[in-house]
């Protein structure tokens, strides 16, 4: 099981900007892909973004272009780079781990076996 422990949530205006953080516990991370989720009060846990382990980079399309996840392989830490933040971007925002190893990288939460305890992050209008 990979512990993974995110970090950089908070409370912003509409606009600004956060950085989110994900530190794993796992030197085996430079080979698992890795994603962040979201759940917002009353709706489903959504993907938003994930990171392959050869670096490819995936979005949803509601972030597309304002989000930017990244990953550093000698931390063993994942990025999530978030922009332009709008007031439906609140939510509780969960970093996975899936522990294929060189898997193809999946938008489904179900593939994912590994989740942090989450941060809160809340855009004011």
């Known amino acids: 099981q990979v512990q993974l422990v995110e970090s950089g949530g908070g409370l912003v205006q509409a606009g600004g900007s956060l950085r989110l953080s994900c530190a794993a516990s796992?030197?085996?991370?430079?080979?698992?892909?890795m994603g962040w989720f979201r759940q917002a009060p009353g709706k489903k846990r959504e993907f938003v973004s994930a990171?392959?382990?050869?670096?490819?980079?995936y979005y949803a399309d509601s972030v597309k272009g304002r989000f930017t996840i990244s990953r550093d392989n000698i931390k063993n830490t994942v990025y999530l780079q978030m922009n332009a933040l709008k007031p439906e971007d609140t939510a509780v925002y969960y970093c996975?781990?899936?522990?294929?190893?060189?898997?193809?990288?999946?938008?489904?939460?179900?593939?994912?076996?590994?989740w942090g305890q989450g941060t809160q992050v809340t855009i004011s209008s």
């Open positions: 990171v392959g382990w050869n670096g490819a980079t």
């Open positions: 996975a781990a899936d522990r294929g190893g060189y898997a193809r990288v999946a938008r489904e939460s179900g593939q994912y076996e590994d």
């Open positions: 796992e030197r085996a991370f430079r080979i698992y892909n």
